[in-house]
């Protein structure tokens, strides 16, 4: 199963679905609760009262209702903001494994995650607005999240992926649900960074894998060099998803 990060549809993970499934594995990559909808029409419906009123709890009880009426545990696959549900999830019992690229971190502030939380707090103004809905600027999608590619290739996935996002979601970042308790024991988890990710830097993806490592857990982590936050689009993306594989056949 595949978990979709904040600001994009879930339509960013096509390639990768026919990818997994060419492997053998059933896949699905469903979209955030209230987003089920084309690209078009949720623009057109911005500000959207029921996006605008998703937070973490309920996106967390979203895809735990979906879990349970799978046949068996998935394996979860997580992008940015579904890098966290990723983490959340699996300290809830409910995948085989799990893979974090390019994770939005657990709550609590370390000086590791000081320019995740400047980026975030960047936002300050739009994000307690009164408005309930934020869509991401072209100028923040080619500053801090599509880097390093060419101009006409982050105009064309601007507008046929950035959609209206939950204020809400993004303020609970900082609240309990957003905690990891660190010490349990979890499934394998596979962390994977990006040198050119301007929100989630290496090094903090770097320190969330050694929070979650321990003598009674699989933890792994990988850092691919000149790939953005959105690696998921990059046209080299084949060599992370073939890296995911190698070590899904691994730990399965």
Same mark, same amino acid.
């Given at each position: 199963m595949f978990i979709s990060g904040?600001?994009?549809?879930?339509?960013?993970?096509?390639?990768w679905l026919a990818f997994f499934e060419n492997k053998g594995y059933r896949v699905v990559a469903p979209p955030w609760?209230?987003?089920?909808?084309?690209?078009?029409?949720?623009?057109?419906?911005n500000p959207c009262t029921k996006i605008g009123s998703i937070t973490l709890f309920d996106l967390l009880c979203y895809y735990t209702e979906i879990i349970e009426k799978l046949p068996e545990k998935p394996i979860l696959i997580g992008h940015?903001?579904?890098g966290l549900l990723v983490q959340l999830l699996l300290q809830k019992d409910l995948a085989e494994a799990g893979i974090c690229i390019n994770s939005f971190p657990p709550k609590g502030f370390t000086i590791f995650k000081f320019s995740f939380y400047k980026t975030i707090l960047g936002y300050t103004w739009k994000i307690f607005s009164s408005k309930k809905t934020l869509i991401l600027t072209y100028k923040d999608w080619?500053?801090? =999240? /599509?880097?390093?590619v060419s101009v006409e290739e982050q105009k064309k996935e601007y507008e046929k992926l950035i959609i209206p996002e939950s204020k809400k979601a993004l303020r609970n970042l900082f609240s309990k649900n957003a905690q990891i308790n660190f010490?349990?024991?979890?499934?394998?988890? =596979? /962390?994977?960074?990006?040198?050119k990710d301007e929100i989630i830097p290496p090094k903090l993806v770097l320190w969330n894998f050694k929070k979650h490592r321990n003598v009674h857990s699989i933890t792994c982590y990988k850092e691919f060099k000149n790939k953005n936050h959105f690696v998921i689009l990059q046209p080299e993306?084949?060599?992370v998803a073939t890296c995911i594989a190698k070590w899904i056949e691994k730990v399965s």
């Amino acid at each position: 199963m595949f978990i979709s990060g904040a600001f994009v549809s879930h339509f960013y993970w096509k390639a990768w679905l026919a990818f997994f499934e060419n492997k053998g594995y059933r896949v699905v990559a469903p979209p955030w609760l209230h987003k089920n909808d084309s690209v078009e029409n949720l623009k057109k419906q911005n500000p959207c009262t029921k996006i605008g009123s998703i937070t973490l709890f309920d996106l967390l009880c979203y895809y735990t209702e979906i879990i349970e009426k799978l046949p068996e545990k998935p394996i979860l696959i997580g992008h940015s903001y579904g890098g966290l549900l990723v983490q959340l999830l699996l300290q809830k019992d409910l995948a085989e494994a799990g893979i974090c690229i390019n994770s939005f971190p657990p709550k609590g502030f370390t000086i590791f995650k000081f320019s995740f939380y400047k980026t975030i707090l960047g936002y300050t103004w739009k994000i307690f607005s009164s408005k309930k809905t934020l869509i991401l600027t072209y100028k923040d999608w080619q500053n801090n =999240f /599509f880097t390093n590619v060419s101009v006409e290739e982050q105009k064309k996935e601007y507008e046929k992926l950035i959609i209206p996002e939950s204020k809400k979601a993004l303020r609970n970042l900082f609240s309990k649900n957003a905690q990891i308790n660190f010490r349990k024991k979890h499934v394998p988890l =596979f /962390f994977i960074s990006c040198s050119k990710d301007e929100i989630i830097p290496p090094k903090l993806v770097l320190w969330n894998f050694k929070k979650h490592r321990n003598v009674h857990s699989i933890t792994c982590y990988k850092e691919f060099k000149n790939k953005n936050h959105f690696v998921i689009l990059q046209p080299e993306w084949q060599e992370v998803a073939t890296c995911i594989a190698k070590w899904i056949e691994k730990v399965s």
